[in-house]
């Protein structure tokens, strides 16, 4: 059974940086897109950065500049660096795997970014 289990959340001041990151446990077969999403109280989930087996990333524009998001394939581990953190960047993170046409997520991670 895949299970993910995001870490690296906590509270920081504007302008610091955080990196989140994302085991996969229990998979079994090729992991192919990984993505971190978010969620604001108040507002639905949004993608936040993706990146698909090849590398490919694509981005929110809202981020775009400041993460990065990365893979190790071989530890079957996903990253997010965060940096020059907003107030508005404050969220519950989650991580998603598609594994086999199969969506995996995690429980989520709080980053809370104060001004």
């Known amino acids: 059974q895949v299970q993910l289990v995001e870490s690296g959340g906590g509270l920081v001041q504007a302008g610091a940086s955080l990196r989140l990151s994302c085991a996969a446990s229990?998979?079994?077969?090729?992991?192919?897109?990984m993505g971190w999403y978010r969620q604001a109280p108040g507002k639905e989930r949004e993608l936040v950065a993706h990146i698909t087996s090849g590398g490919t990333t694509n981005y929110a524009d809202s981020v775009k500049g400041r993460f990065t998001i990365s893979r190790d394939n071989a530890k079957n581990t996903l990253y997010l660096q965060m940096n020059s953190l907003k107030p508005e960047d404050t969220a519950v993170y989650y991580c998603?795997?598609?594994?086999?046409?199969?969506?995996?997520w995690g429980k989520g991670t709080l980053v809370t970014v104060s001004s």
């Open positions: 229990g998979v079994t077969m090729c992991i192919s897109g």
């Open positions: 998603n795997v598609l594994i086999n046409v199969i969506n995996y």
